[in-house]
């Protein structure tokens, strides 16, 4: 669904609880999550990011109104931080919700992926 300029919003869930918003108005891709990213979720997520990467557009996953990641989330934001990087694309995690990095952390994705907590509400 097309909003402001340069903005879509995807739900992905009929709850209503999950919502992926892109926005291209400024430099590159941003694309922020809310809700739980997980199995259920995941897959509405990989399009945005996999446009975003053919596109050649540097690319920001926001995830501070994100309440949870799963194996399955933490597997799509590792895939498109490699193909990001073998095609020379910069590809950030931003704002990460306290819950997200904790998850990061635990999980040692902080160690691979590029995190900018630089504006952690």
Excluded: H, N, W
Excluded at 74 to 98: E, M, N, Y
Excluded at 100 to 111: T, Y
């Amino acid at each position: 669904m097309a909003s402001a300029a340069g903005t879509r919003r995807l739900g992905g869930v009929e709850s209503g609880e999950f919502e992926i918003v892109i926005d291209t108005s400024g430099s590159g891709r941003r694309i922020a999550v809310r809700g739980d990213l997980d199995l259920a979720t995941v897959e509405s997520l990989r399009p945005a990011l996999e446009d975003a990467l053919a596109a050649r557009e540097s690319t920001t996953l926001e995830l501070a109104e994100c309440t949870f990641l799963d194996s399955s989330a933490l597997k799509a934001i590792a895939d498109a931080s490699r193909r990001a990087g073998q095609t020379g694309i910069a590809f950030t995690v931003a704002r990460p919700s306290p819950q997200a990095a904790r998850v990061l952390e635990v999980s040692g994705l902080d160690e691979i992926v590029s995190i900018d907590a630089g504006e952690y509400p």
